[in-house]
């Protein structure tokens, strides 16, 4: 296998080094591993440049992670983790962390250079995948810096315990015979099309991709290619000016698109300090999009999904890329719409996939939560992870109660509900229904108009007034001080409802909105009360719904 590694890293100052080699011994019982940190799946900020003499991966940037996927053998077993690292002169602070639980902490400030082993952790792991975190939290220290240099990894486990397996984020390619392709009736190797930009597609310099052009046949993850000529991949173009899309036809039962994307992404505009790294990955649809259009016409606008890394969104250089068309659905072609200054896309190889998929879509816990799947009106939507939080919500709520709107915190939420109780009578005609009533002493938000549902004295909102139409304030069934005199909480809590029942027939059902009412009163409040809470009586709520309901 031919292993290339990913571009991209920083280029520019450099301090905290890491180097995990995978390595297996087995001594006196004992199986020893060290993990090389080339192999992180993700390295932002990082670049391998030898520290003290040592060959490392290193940073500058504080926050900066080195994340591993790995992978523990059945059925498990008690191993120590240890940590090979070079404490340095404006060393920073780093943490551990295994699945993200904290293991240990190190401050590597020291007044001259010196290599040490920390442990990290010694316990039972589970078989399975698990990750491995290196972060970086900077200065501990006034006198600190946000240099971290690391050396490696040590996995020592009992004997014929297994090898961890990395999960190694970097494209890859195994070079074919013609006849180990066939029998795959389900693959198809697709035409591209015609080079369309002036000039020839240009290797950039010291890539370790160029090879792939040696051979015409190649297999990434599971999927054949195959490689044209470098002088006849298409591009889509550096200047705006002469950017075009690129169309590609596509075979009508395809349900899983491959594309081999080479993406020439230039470094971010500095102010001629250090280098920086490219501004990747581009997954904005104002940037860049994949279009598939239907036999019927219609299209829709995908951000392509990087099977190396597991992101949405290309990155600089070599990568296999992964498109699922509409379920049900045959496409026609593909075209690619590149809108990136300075930036071009070349198609080098597509394969279409017409059977089951080889490279599935993650699950929701697998990858990020915004799934960046755009169209002509919204550039960017959420995956299904809301809609399936949504269906879990709208099984646990009574009665016909099935949708589900989603705020960014209480305040809003309750305003919204606001806004649907009005909207939802205007819509019905009955204009006149503006009215809220809420409970004395109860708090919904401090937002503009929930901040004025409920009446607490100790907390005026004189510099608020005008009070916004139609609030209207019913007693709070607190049973220790029960505005009727009340011997027990049902007693105070029925009490207390029958005179939201009362305050609507004073100032007529045709007026009256909604009722915002709480199984559970929680209040700001002064001095050594600085909250209260306050739970309602049984045969409250119950009580209020049948009056609003009925109203």
């Given amino acids: ?47 391998e440049t030898p520290q003290s003499g040592v060959p490392c991966m290193q940073t500058y940037s504080p926050h900066a992670s080195l994340i591993f996927d790995v992978t523990v ?147 990434v993850n599971k999927i054949p290619f195959r490689i044209p000529a470098v002088q006849n991949v298409p591009e889509t173009g550096r200047l705006i000016e002469e950017q075009r899309p690129l169309e590609i036809d596509l075979p009508a039962a395809a349900r899983e698109i491959c594309l081999l994307i080479w993406s020439k992404i230039p470094l971010i505009d500095g102010d001629g300090g250090p280098g920086k790294p490219p501004i990747a990955p581009i997954d904005q649809s104002e940037r860049f999009t994949a279009e598939i259009v239907y036999e019927d016409g219609a299209s829709e606008h995908f951000i392509p999904r990087n099977v190396t890394t597991k992101s949405y969104g290309l990155d600089d250089g070599l990568s296999l890329y992964v498109l699922y068309p509409g379920a049900g659905r045959s496409p026609g072609c593909l075209i690619l719409h590149d809108k990136v200054y300075k930036c071009s896309f070349a198609v080098v190889a597509v394969t279409c996939n017409t059977d089951e998929p080889v490279l599935p879509e993650p699950g929701v816990r697998e990858t990020c939560a915004w799934y960046p799947f755009v169209d002509k009106e919204f550039p960017a939507v959420t995956r299904d992870v809301r809609s399936e939080l949504a269906a879990k919500l709208a099984a646990m709520t009574p009665g016909s109660l099935s949708r589900v709107f989603f705020a960014s915190g209480g305040s809003e939420a309750n305003e919204t509900a606001l806004k649907i109780a009005r909207a939802y009578h205007h819509r019905r005609g009955e204009h006149g229904r503006y009215k809220i009533i809420s409970r004395q002493g109860s708090y919904h938000g401090a937002t503009g108009g929930v901040v004025w549902l409920g009446s607490q004295p100790q907390y005026p909102r004189t510099d608020l ?87």
């Fill in 1 to 47: 296998m031919i292993v290339l590694k990913r571009n991209g890293w920083h280029r520019g100052l450099v301090a905290c080094a890491l180097t995990l080699t995978v390595l297996t011994c087995s001594v006196r019982g004992q199986q020893t591993q060290t993990i090389d940190a080339k192999l992180a799946g993700q390295s932002d900020k990082w670049d």
């Fill in 73 to 219: 053998p059945a059925p498990g077993a008690v191993y120590k983790v240890s940590l090979s690292l070079v404490k340095v002169t404006n060393g920073g602070y780093l943490k551990v962390f295994l699945d993200d639980e904290l293991q240990t902490e190190v401050d590597t400030l020291v007044p001259s250079n010196v290599r040490e082993t920390i442990l990290v952790c010694e316990r039972f792991i589970a078989p399975g995948k698990h990750s491995l975190k290196i972060k970086n939290f900077g200065q501990k220290t006034s006198k600190g810096g946000n240099h971290l240099s690391v050396i490696g990894f040590e996995i020592v486990g009992p004997s014929g315990s297994g090898k961890w397996e990395i999960e190694e984020k970097v494209f890859s390619f195994t070079p074919l015979k013609q006849e180990e392709v066939s029998g795959q009736a389900n693959l198809h190797m697709t035409e591209l099309p015609p080079r369309l930009q002036a000039e020839p597609f240009s290797i950039p310099p010291d890539s370790h991709a160029a090879d792939i052009f040696s051979h015409s046949l190649v297999q």
């Fill in 465 to 551: 007034e005008p009070a916004p139409p139609g609030m209207l304030y019913a007693p709070q069934p607190n049973h220790y001080r029960c505005p009727f005199g009340s011997e027990s909480p049902r007693e105070c809590a029925i009490r207390c409802a029958e005179a939201i029942e009362s305050m609507i027939q004073l100032h007529g059902p045709e007026t009256v909105a909604a009722v915002v009412a709480e199984p559970i009163a929680s209040a700001p409040g002064r001095g050594r009360a600085r909250r209260r809470v306050l739970a309602v009586g049984t045969g409250d709520l119950q009580q209020v719904w049948r009056t609003s309901d009925r109203r």
